[in-house]
């Protein structure tokens, strides 16, 4: 048996993962609350749908066989919708698996990735892990905008990560800017567009830069199951690229990323428009209405193109924590935004109409208790 080595005999990790701050999903409710409500996650209220629920069960049928490791009905199936080459989309395992192989293909080390300060956490854990170097873009207004990423580019700029919807500011950037701003990075560098929330966007493929990808070389969209699909539990995403970033990605991801059971279930998903578009509908309406009633009660809460709202309380960090807490305690739980750089400011996931009543009357109770907006 050998003798116990001191620390600097033990393996080390790369410099960089020691500089991440490991991801903490929404929480959960207390469960024992009744009519407890998780808002924290911006999951589906609706769940999935009948006939991915279908789908997902008939798959326990072919537990014993690996699945179809190029996933190729479901790409088949997201293309016809879009008009787009199936050859050209690359299924993972969530959009966040697409997100980390494209840092380790085209980051070296001290290469750098440009992402929006209140953009998503999970850009700066992949360009990290990749041993690449995060350069922080600021918002204008919480708005992504061109000018403001172009300025951070330098020769070691390799990826521009860009949220559009963005979560969690559900602030989005127009097609006519995205594509000013692919027009201004070198063509080394790779844009690339999650889309996350694009269903529920008023202007679904302009805000995606759809059609951007079919005509270039260096932009990469990603979508993802976990949303409007009500498909979060089962990791199921998708990336449209150029030939060769498609090329790059599937010789580096695994060969059975994607379990049967996901691609079956997010094929039925993606096939029952009625349903994603009865979610698309609530949705639309109760960002409208939650957020009148949030500035209604003093809270900035700016225009929303998602599934959730993002109010912040005009005393800062100590209210919002006092929100967060009050909320909490009444069974609805929702994601503090500290981690984002927003102390001041809660995010609200979209709820059923009885839930969402008694929430906004909950939160109007907490805002009388603090004497107001102001």
């Known amino acids: 048996m050998k003798a116990m080595r ?7 990790p790369r410099g960089g993962i020691l500089k991440i701050l490991r991801y903490q999903g929404g929480e959960a409710p207390d469960s024992s609350i009744p009519g407890a409500v998780k808002m924290s996650s911006n999951e589906s209220p609706f769940g999935a749908s009948a006939k991915a629920r279908a789908a997902y069960l008939k798959a326990a049928d072919n537990l014993s066989l690996y699945p179809d490791g190029d996933a190729t009905a479901l790409r088949q199936t997201i293309a016809a919708r879009h008009g787009i080459e199936a050859a050209r989309i690359v299924c993972g395992a969530g959009s966040d698996e697409i997100i980390h192989l494209l840092a380790q293909i085209y980051l070296e080390a001290g290469d750098e990735a440009i992402h929006m300060r209140h953009g998503f956490a999970i850009y700066r854990i992949a360009i990290l892990a990749a041993g690449g170097r995060p350069v922080i873009a600021e918002e204008e207004e919480l708005m992504a905008r061109a000018d403001r990423i172009l300025e951070k580019v330098s020769e070691r700029t390799k990826i521009v990560f860009l949220a559009n919807p963005n979560n969690p500011t559900s602030s989005c950037m127009g097609e006519e800017e995205i594509r000013r701003l692919h027009a201004a990075l070198p063509e080394k560098t790779l844009l690339v567009i999650d889309a996350a929330y694009a269903e529920y966007a008023d202007r679904a493929d302009d805000i995606s830069a759809m059609s951007l990808v079919g005509e270039s070389e260096n932009v990469v969209m990603t979508r993802t199951f976990s949303k409007i699909y009500g498909l979060a539990a089962l990791r199921l995403g998708w990336a449209y690229a150029p030939a060769e970033v498609a090329e790059m990605l599937n010789r580096t991801r695994a060969p059975f990323n994607v379990s049967g059971a996901a691609l079956a279930a997010g094929r039925a998903a993606y096939e029952d428009v009625g349903f994603t578009d009865r979610v698309r509908r609530h949705a639309i309406g109760w960002r409208a209405a939650m957020r009148e009633r949030a500035i209604a009660l003093g809270l900035d809460a700016p225009l929303s193109e998602t599934n959730f709202i993002l109010m912040r309380f005009p005393r800062g960090e100590d209210q919002a924590s006092r929100a967060y807490r009050f909320l909490a305690a009444r069974g609805f739980q929702l994601r503090p935004m500290g981690i984002y750089a927003l102390p001041d400011a ?11 009543e ?8 907490f805002m009388s208790r603090e004497g107001g907006g102001g």
Do not use: C, Q, V, Y
Request: net charge positive; aromatic share 4%; no cysteine.
């Open 6 to 12: 001191g620390a600097k005999d033990r393996p080390k």
């Open 346 to 356: 809660l995010r609200a996931s979209a709820a059923l109409d009885e839930a969402t």
């Open 358 to 365: 008694r929430f906004a009357r909950t939160l109007e109770e």
